[in-house]
């Protein structure tokens, strides 16, 4: 039985991305060889790897624009090191909202002064901060746009006048933004994208160059881009994996269309979690992740009957990150809302039977 995955990444992807990806790694292209053993250079990974990075800007609406988009290795970790090392020079502003922004800040903290513009820490990152006041003359501005421990994500992003940079990791492709306001965004492909080992930069091309110091070959986003993404071995099979996801998501109707099912996906379950007295949500209300629902029972007596409901329907991944307890739904792009209906479905009957 196919389960419902509701992890927090890797996610679940569709069906017919599994499909595609099996059948290249036992003959890709019909070559009579795999995807994982032709050469990077070949003229069949050439052309994909050109359409995985013109598909992300095309899907974000950035084609023609001033951006490149590179797929590269490391996970948004090696983007904390590198977003610092090729931007900033003296100061750089972060809104901490969470464990990765902290992760952020720490290497940030190598290369130069780093301000904390704004920190929901004191309600262990339940909520966004608002109206903080950004300094003129930082390097730039760092987001993370939405939580995936604590469930929380920006809704409204800040006018700023300095360089806004973007973690995306686990909201990527999944609602409309005008994202010609950010000038570098980065994502891990392991939550809305494909499995783990690539991750997607989106770099305005013009903010780059600019600081004094020398950046080894690998971390310079100039030379990724001089080199079409392709520097050195690119993750085949992730690139390959996350430019089907994004073909099958253009199909659907892009960002718009998968938007949409994502509300009816969050507005299943929140109103499940606020109108069930078993259960109570986490995140601040006008805070709340689209992506990522986190809640806890009202009585921790009722864990052991409640885990025994959602294992018995086929359910996976709905554990709550050690950091907040209790439980979390990840309702990634690829997620049906099907799922969000029979983990409803489990919450109700938690209800009646507690």
């Known amino acids: 039985m196919k389960k419902h995955n509701f992890s927090a990444g890797p996610c679940v992807l569709p069906q017919e991305v599994f499909l595609k990806a099996s059948e290249a790694i036992m003959d890709f292209n019909e070559s009579g060889l795999s995807l994982i053993e032709i050469s990077h250079r070949s003229k069949d990974f050439v052309e994909v790897m050109e359409k995985a990075r013109s598909l992300a800007l095309e899907l974000l609406g950035l084609e023609g624009k ?113 994202f010609t306001q950010f000038d570098l965004i980065y994502a891990g492909a392991q939550k809305n994208m494909g499995p783990a080992g690539t991750t997607l930069v989106v770099v305005k091309d013009d903010i780059l160059g600019k600081v004094s110091r020398k950046i080894p070959s690998m971390l310079d986003y100039q030379v990724h881009i001089s080199k079409d993404s392709m520097f050195n071995t690119p993750p085949v099979f992730a690139v390959y994996t996350s430019m089907l996801t994004l073909e099958w998501l253009k199909d659907l109707g892009g960002i718009a269309a998968i938007e949409e ?87 109700s009957e938690m209800e009646r039977k507690g």
Not at 165 to 175: A, N, P, W
Not at 301 to 317: H, P, Q, V
């Open 66 to 178: 001033g951006y490149s988009a590179l797929f590269l290795q490391g996970g948004a970790s090696m983007q904390f090191l590198m977003t610092a090392y090729n931007l900033l020079e003296n100061k750089a502003g972060y809104l901490n909202t969470g464990t990765w922004s902290e992760k952020a800040i720490k290497e940030a903290k190598m290369f130069g002064d780093i301000m904390e513009v704004g920190s929901s820490k004191d309600e262990n990152f339940n909520y966004i901060p608002k109206g903080y006041a950004i300094p003129e003359g930082l390097d730039y501005l760092h987001l993370t746009s939405n939580n995936t421990i604590f469930g929380t994500q920006i809704k409204k992003f800040p006018k700023t006048n300095v360089p806004l940079v973007c973690d995306m990791s686990s909201d990527i492709f999944s609602r409309q933004l005008d």
């Open 261 to 347: 099912i994502n509300e009816k996906k969050a507005q299943l379950l929140y109103s499940e979690i606020d109108l069930n007295p078993v259960f109570q949500g986490f995140a601040k209300k006008e805070d709340r992740s689209n992506m990522n629902a986190t809640f806890n029972l009202a009585d921790d007596r009722l864990k052991e009957t409640f885990d025994a409901l959602w294992k018995e329907a086929g359910i996976n991944g709905i554990n709550g990150h050690r950091s907040v307890g209790g439980y979390r739904a990840s309702m990634y792009n690829a997620l049906s809302l099907e799922s969000v209906g029979v983990l409803v479905d489990v919450m």
